[in-house]
C-alpha cells in the first residue's frame, strides 16, 4: 500500500539500466561513443525504461556521448548524472536539450563516513544543499531522481528526512544505493519496507534500489529492495560496474520473471533480447562473459551430468527452471562461409543483436568476405568480433605490420615494423625490437608515446573453434597515470596484439582531448 493514497502499489518495476554510465567504470569497459550509441540502440530495443548515459560534467567526452544518446530519439528516458552543483545541471540540460524524454539525477553522500571525511558538512547543510539542487533543476525538468549516496550506511531516520524533503522540492524517483556493497537482503528490505511507509508521497513517486556486488549480493538485495517497496531497480548488463559490479539486469529480470509467483511483479523487458544484448555488450567492451554466469554464460544452460542429460531428454522441466529461448540464446549456431549473401549475414546480425545502418553493413559485408576467404566457416563471434572492429576509432590507424622472430635454444629476439598512420597525415613505419613480438611491438609503439607505457596484461584467445581460429587479443596497459583496455581480432594473433595496443594508443589520445594533429615522435624510422 502507498502510505499517502492507501492505493495498492503497482506491479510494475521499472527497469533503470546504468551500463553506460556506472557500467562504463569497470576496469577496462569505457566505451566510445560509436560503441555507447551502439549499446544506447540495444537497451531501448530490450524495453528498458530508463538508460543512464553518462556525466556529462565529468568531461568533454562524456557530455557529448550523453548528447550523441539523447539525439537517438529513444523511446526510453535518457538520464543524465549530476552532482549538486549548478554548473554539472546545466550540463545534463545542455546535453539532453533534444533528448525524446529525459530524466536529471542528481547524487549527494548521506551516510556519517562521506558527511564527516568526504564532504565534511552537516546533516542540515546536506538537506539544503539537496533541496536547492532540487529546485534548481526543476526550472529544466519534470523528472528529477535524487539518490542519498551510501544510503546502506545511512540513519533510517536521516533517509527518512532527505527524501522527504526531495518529495517535496519535487523530485519523482527517490534512489537508495548501497553504494559498497555491505548490505544484506533481508536488511535492504527492511529498509525499504520503512521508507515505503514512512516518506509521504504520491503514487507517481517511487522508490529506486541501485546494489553494488561486493558481497556478490547485488540481485539477492535488488530483489529484497522490491519485497519492501522500491519499483525501480538500477542494473547493468552483464552486471559490469565499479569494482565488484552492479546489480545484473538479466539475472534480476528473469528473477521476477520466473519467480513471478513470489514476487507477482512485471517489468517491460522483452526478455528474448537478453542474450543478444549480453553479447553486445561483451564485444563493445572487450569484457568477457564469465562461462558460468546465469542467464548469459555459455553453460548457463549446458547440462554435463548424463542423469540431467537423460532428465533433460525426457522432460525439459527436470532440470531447466527457464528455457534458452525465453532469454534469447540461439537455437542453432549457424555457421556462415564464403559463399553466405548479404541477406544471411544480415539476419545474423540481427539475431546477435547487431541492427545496423545499410552503409554500416555494407562495409562490415566487405570485412565479412574477407575474413571468408581467410577461414573456412564464420561462426556468431567472428562476426560480433567484425561489428567490434568497426567501432575502433582512430586517429592512428594500423596499415601493416611486419615481424622477424629468431629462436635459439639460449636467446629469442624479434623486430617488428608497423606501419601507422594519423589520420590525414602519410603512414610511417615504426620499429622495434625486443625479446618476443608483441615485446617488439610495444617498443616500437613507444616510439611515438611520450609518456611510459606499461602493458600490465596481456591475453590471447581463440575467438571460435578450429585451428583457423581467429584470436582476440587484451591489453591491459597504463600510459601514464591512466589505465586502459584495448581489444584487436584477427586470424594472425600478432596482428590482433598490435591492434590492441593501437586501440590503447587511441583511448589514450581519446581521454586526452589532443588535438588533431599528428603529435611530436621521439624516432621515426
Ligand atoms: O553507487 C552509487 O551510489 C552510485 C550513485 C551515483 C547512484 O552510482
Ligand atoms: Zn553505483
Not at 278 to 283: G, L
Not at 294 to 313: M, T
Request: glycine share 8%.
Amino acid at each position: 500500500m502507498n502510505a499517502l493514497t492507501n492505493a495498492p502499489m503497482s506491479n510494475y518495476v521499472h527497469i533503470f539500466d546504468t551500463t553506460l554510465r556506472d557500467g562504463e567504470q569497470s576496469p577496462g569497459c569505457s566505451m566510445n561513443v560509436q560503441e555507447k550509441l551502439q549499446v544506447a540502440r540495444v537497451l531501448d530495443e530490450l524495453g528498458v525504461d530508463v538508460i543512464e548515459a553518462g556525466f556529462p560534467a565529468a568531461s568533454d567526452g562524456d557530455f557529448e556521448s550523453v548528447k550523441a544518446v539523447g539525439d537517438l530519439g529513444l523511446n526510453a528516458i535518457i538520464c543524465g548524472l549530476s552532482r549538486t552543483r549548478h554548473a554539472d545541471i546545466d550540463a545534463v540540460t545542455r546535453s539532453l536539450e533534444t533528448a525524446k524524454n529525459k530524466r536529471l539525477h542528481i547524487f549527494l553522500a548521506t551516510s556519517p563516513i562521506h558527511r564527516e571525511h568526504k564532504l565534511k558538512m552537516s546533516k542540515q547543510q546536506i538537506m539544503d544543499e539537496m533541496t536547492s539542487a532540487v529546485a534548481y533543476g526543476r526550472q529544466w525538468f519534470d523528472d528529477i531522481e535524487i539518490t542519498a549516496e551510501d544510503a546502506g550506511r545511512t540513519e533510517l531516520d536521516f533517509l527518512v528526512e532527505y527524501f522527504q524533503a526531495a518529495v517535496d522540492a519535487g523530485a519523482r524517483v527517490l534512489n537508495v544505493p548501497d553504494t559498497v556493497g555491505y548490505v544484506t537482503p533481508s536488511e535492504i528490505r527492511q529498509q525499504f519496507l520503512h521508507l515505503s511507509t514512512h516518506v509521504r508521497r504520491p503514487d507517481s513517486v517511487i522508490l529506486s534500489a541501485h546494489c553494488h556486488n561486493d558481497l556478490g549480493l547485488a540481485v539477492a538485495n535488488s530483489l529484497g529492495a522490491i519485497e519492501g517497496g522500491a519499483r525501480q531497480v538500477e542494473c547493468t548488463i552483464n552486471g559490469i560496474g565499479e569494482r565488484a559490479g552492479n546489480c545484473s539486469l538479466e539475472e534480476v529480470v528473469m528473477a521476477l520473471r520466473t519467480r513471478h509467483d513470489r514476487y507477482q511483479m512485471r517489468t517491460g523487458i522483452d526478455t528474448t533480447r537478453l542474450y543478444p544484448a549480453s553479447r553486445v555488450v561483451s564485444s563493445v567492451t572487450g569484457s568477457q562473459v564469465q562461462p558460468n554466469k546465469a542467464i548469459v554464460g555459455r553453460n548457463a544452460f549446458a547440462h554435463e551430468a548424463g542423469i540431467h542429460q537423460d532428465g533433460v531428454l525426457k522432460h525439459a522441466e527436470t532440470y531447466e527452471i527457464m528455457r534458452p529461448q525465453d532469454v534469447g540464446v540461439p537455437e542453432n549456431s549457424l555457421v556462415l562461409g564464403k559463399h553466405s549473401g548479404r541477406h544471411a549475414f544480415r539476419d545474423r546480425l540481427e539475431n546477435l543483436g547487431f541492427k545496423l545502418e545499410q552503409e554500416l553493413l555494407e562495409v562490415l559485408f566487405v570485412k565479412f568476405k574477407q575474413l571468408a576467404d581467410r577461414k573456412k566457416s564464420v561462426y556468431d563471434e567472428d562476426i560480433e568480433a567484425l561489428v567490434l572492429g568497426t567501432h575502433q576509432s582512430g586517429p592512428w590507424h594500423l596499415d601493416a605490420i611486419s615481424i622477424h622472430t629468431e629462436v635459439d635454444n639460449a636467446d629469442q629476439s624479434a623486430e617488428a615494423s608497423l606501419k601507422l598512420r594519423f589520420e590525414g597525415a602519410a603512414p610511417r613505419i615504426y620499429s622495434g625490437r625486443g625479446d618476443g613480438p608483441v615485446n617488439a611491438i610495444v617498443n616500437a609503439i613507444k616510439l611515438i608515446m611520450n609518456e611510459e607505457l606499461h602493458v600490465e596484461e596481456f591475453q590471447v584467445s581463440a575467438v571460435s573453434s578450429g585451428s583457423d581460429a581467429q584470436g582476440r587479443a587484451v591489453v591491459r596497459a597504463t600510459i601514464g597515470a591512466s589505465r586502459y583496455q584495448g581489444t584487436g581480432v584477427s586470424t594472425d594473433i600478432v596482428e590482433a596484439s598490435a591492434q590492441a595496443l593501437v586501440t590503447i594508443m587511441n583511448r589514450h589520445h581519446q581521454h586526452q582531448g589532443k588535438s588533431t594533429a599528428e603529435p611530436q615522435l621521439k624516432a621515426a624510422v
